[in-house]
């Protein structure tokens, strides 16, 4: 996987190479802040059992100290008329669609950050402000950001919000992996409180076993396919669904890590910083011989 | 010794214009939405969202500003570098068009960040694997460089003509020497500062292109492409002199004076090549990504590339390789417009026609608050420069060439 895939990065910077002298032949491999663990964890979200309650929607607010409002409401289905997405009240959300295969109950997709494995998030943030844990949580630093939103213009699922409606330290807001409850040994607050075991926590390549078994057990019920096993480099979030992703608003995205390309050209144009100081040793001499020459010139006339 | 004939001096001619009041109003009919945005936050004047993270302020005032004012390192380049002395006339006035626009770079970047006090972060937290954290740093500095590179005409304004009121009037000798001192110190060494802002640009302005390679299929395929930032700088460097060109022949309108014709001429004999091989590689990546299928289709996209690339890269080119047009104050004029007026749409269908992110379910226009403060900053940057040419020696008078002057010299070469 790892092999094919820098080829290919190497095959697409080499049109960049065109341009830029001394392009490095360095990997996909994200920054420095990105631990990627054997045992991370991850989260597998079977679609064809969840029932769309919505209890996960109230127990995230809980955990995250946003208004969450009373768990009686969440049974209000009529929210389902309009497609939603996360935002700064809300870092998950359950949307319904249309029945799938093998089943005529409508469909229900929770949404949320997908905590990538090659995250762009932690690539692009102009300060750093975006880590992967070793458990496989990509958290945000509100220490560090600046606000640029620029997370926000690379994530792959248009995940990252921001508090537009605050003049003073807007956050960027979206699911933490419940980073603070794992890390005492929790379960993330939605995966506690589903009723139905739609969504199971485990460490990643237990889950992606999980997944290929129960496709196996029940090709009728599942598309063969497990979102998330390989998109954008692999993700710790991943689905099961009984339709096409696509039709549930799923992205459809290639397997290369999503900062691949610009983290090529970048660290092409600033391989051990020799093109810049070579550039500049270069307009260096240049201006030396042109001013010499005219020197010489004027010396001879007079 | 070099001989260059020019002689900057302050220009003489009244601030005040019906133009100028004009710009004024629109000025501060700016200041007042940055008040909205600044004591109610971003959402209270733009049309921004979680879908559309990046709209009007960062796709004209920064990314467009920052390719407008590439007549700073181009000019520098052509002027300082490869020695070119007949454009000595023309390169102050590029250098404080860049250092103005790169002063408005920073205010529009400063403006967009949610939080604007911690603009500084990047200098202490590196993230090198980020395109953005490249810009920042390098605009940083270069902004830093290019305000340096300005001080000799500060220097030349005062020496000699400190005259401080009242009781400090006791500093003008002490005030005066340090001047000189400055003035002997930064021609000795200024070489260094011009060969950094050359290189820092080219590094941003190929940087700026690298940013929407991370959105991925998010941006249209007629824009994404790996070699972006090839493409940026290319366009950088080709709107350079059509950028001095344009503002100089405003300038000379403005001010009244006669505009410096056999200079911005041979300028313009070399942008239609800079151009070609600019439109080279946007056609020949074109064609090897074989995204000319896209358009076949009639939409934003294919409508705002076909303007982009026709009137502002080809009909400009076939412009500039006619004599006739070099030659007249008003062709060259429309040819030079027309290239700005290419870059600038091509930054924004970069960073807001081609961005179509995947669940947004109404298309971004910006709003009467984000058209407000961009032009308010265009208003400001244009009251500043004119502010700055009546009162620095920054525009060359023809015909009034006096004691030759070599402002930079290169240490151990006499």
């Not at chain 2, 503002?247 to 505009?259: D, N, Q, T, V, Y």
């Given at each position: 996987m790892s092999g094919k895939s820098r080829r290919d990065f190497l095959k697409k910077s080499a049109l960049v190479g065109a341009g830029i002298a001394g392009l490095s032949t360095s990997s996909a491999k994200a920054g420095p802040k990105n631990i990627l663990s054997e045992d991370r964890m991850g989260v597998l979200v079977d679609t064809t059992v969840c029932i769309g309650c919505r209890q996960c929607e109230w127990a995230c607010k809980e955990a995250h100290d946003l208004p969450a409002g009373d768990l009686e409401s969440y049974k209000n289905r009529e929210v389902f008329d309009n497609m939603r997405r996360p935002d700064h009240t809300a870092l998950t959300v359950v949307n319904e669609y249309s029945p799938g295969k093998s089943s005529n109950l409508p469909v229900d997709v929770k949404v949320q950050c997908m905590h990538c494995d090659h995250p762009a998030c932690v690539s692009a943030c102009i300060v750093g402000a975006f880590t992967k844990h070793e458990n496989g949580a990509v958290t945000w630093d509100t220490d560090m950001c600046i606000g640029c939103r620029y997370c926000m213009a690379a994530c792959p699922f248009q995940i990252p919000a921001f508090e537009y409606d605050k003049a003073l330290n807007p956050k960027i807001m979206k699911c933490d992996f419940c980073y603070d409850r794992t890390k005492e040994g929790k379960l993330p607050a939605c995966v506690s409180i589903c009723p139905v075991e739609a969504l199971t926590y485990g460490t990643r390549t237990e889950l992606v076993k999980i997944a290929r078994e129960r496709i196996k057990k029940d090709p009728d019920r599942y598309v063969d396919h497990i979102y998330g096993e390989y998109e954008v480099g692999g993700t710790s979030w991943m689905y099961l669904t009984s339709k096409d992703f696509a039709e549930l608003d799923f992205p459809k995205l290639g397997n290369n890590p999503a900062p691949g390309v610009s983290e090529s050209i970048q660290h092409g144009i600033f391989a051990y910083f020799v093109p810049p100081v070579s550039l500049y040793a270069l307009l260096g001499g240049i201006m030396w011989m042109t001013k010499r020459r005219k020197e010489l010139d004027e010396e001879e006339k007079l | 010794m070099s001989h260059d004939s020019y002689n900057p001096v302050p220009v003489k001619h009244k601030f005040f214009t019906p133009g100028v009041v004009g710009l004024i109003i629109i000025a501060v009919n700016g200041l007042v939405f940055l008040m909205g945005?600044?004591?109610?936050?971003?959402?209270?004047?733009?049309?921004?969202?979680?879908?559309?993270?990046?709209?009007?302020?960062?796709?004209?005032?920064?990314?467009?500003?920052?390719?407008?004012?590439?007549?700073?390192?181009?000019?520098?380049?052509?002027?300082?570098?490869?020695?070119?002395?007949?454009?000595?006339?023309?390169?102050?006035?590029?250098?404080?068009?860049?250092m103005l626009g790169y002063t408005f770079v920073a205010l529009g970047v400063f403006v967009?960040?949610?939080?604007?006090?911690?603009?500084?972060?990047?200098?202490?937290m590196w993230n090198g694997s980020s395109a953005l954290f490249e810009v920042g740093i390098c605009v940083m500095i270069y902004l830093t460089v290019l305000y340096i590179e300005f001080l000799p005409i500060v220097t030349e304004r005062f020496i000699g003509r400190v005259?401080?009121?009242?009781?400090?009037?006791?500093?003008?000798?002490?005030?005066?020497?340090?001047l000189r001192a400055l003035d002997r110190g930064l021609s000795k060494t200024m070489f260094v500062f011009i060969i950094a802002g050359v290189v820092l640009s080219t590094l941003h302005q190929s940087s700026l292109g690298t940013l929407m390679i991370i959105a991925g299929p998010k941006m249209h395929p007629l824009w994404q492409t790996p070699i972006l930032p090839l493409l940026f700088l290319l366009s950088a460097i080709s709107v350079g002199f059509p950028m001095v060109i344009f503002?100089?022949?405003?300038?000379?309108?403005?001010?009244?004076?006669?505009?410096e014709m056999h200079i911005l001429s041979r300028l313009g004999s070399m942008i239609a090549p800079l151009l070609g091989i600019y439109l080279a590689f946007k056609i020949g990546d074109m064609f090897i990504r074989e995204t000319f299928v896209y358009l076949t289709e009639f939409n934003t996209a294919s409508v705002m590339f076909t303007i982009e690339v026709l009137f502002g890269v080809i009909i400009p080119l076939r412009m500039f390789l006619s004599t006739k047009v070099l030659k007249s104050p008003l062709f060259i004029f429309i040819a030079s417009s027309l290239v700005v007026f290419g870059v600038l749409i091509n930054r924004i269908n970069n960073f807001v026609v081609a961005y179509t992110p995947p669940y947004s379910s109404s298309s971004y226009f910006p709003s009467y608050g984000e058209i407000s403060v961009t032009l308010g900053f265009v208003a400001m940057l244009v009251l500043a420069y004119r502010f700055i040419v009546l009162n620095f020696p920054v525009i060359s008078l023809p015909g009034k060439a006096t004691a030759p002057k070599t402002k930079y010299t290169i240490r151990g070469i006499k």
């Open positions: - | 945005r600044f004591f109610f936050g971003i959402g209270s004047v733009t049309n921004l969202n979680n879908q559309y993270p990046w709209g009007l302020w960062i796709g004209v005032d920064v990314a467009a500003g920052v390719a407008l004012a590439a007549g700073g390192f181009t000019t520098a380049a052509l002027g300082h570098i490869i020695h070119k002395e007949e454009y000595h006339a023309i390169v102050r006035s590029a250098l404080l068009t860049a967009d960040i949610g939080r604007w006090y911690f603009i500084w972060h990047p200098l202490i005259n401080l009121p009242g009781i400090l009037s006791k500093l003008n000798k002490p005030v005066d020497k340090l503002e100089s022949l405003i300038a000379a309108r403005s001010l009244g004076l006669k505009p």
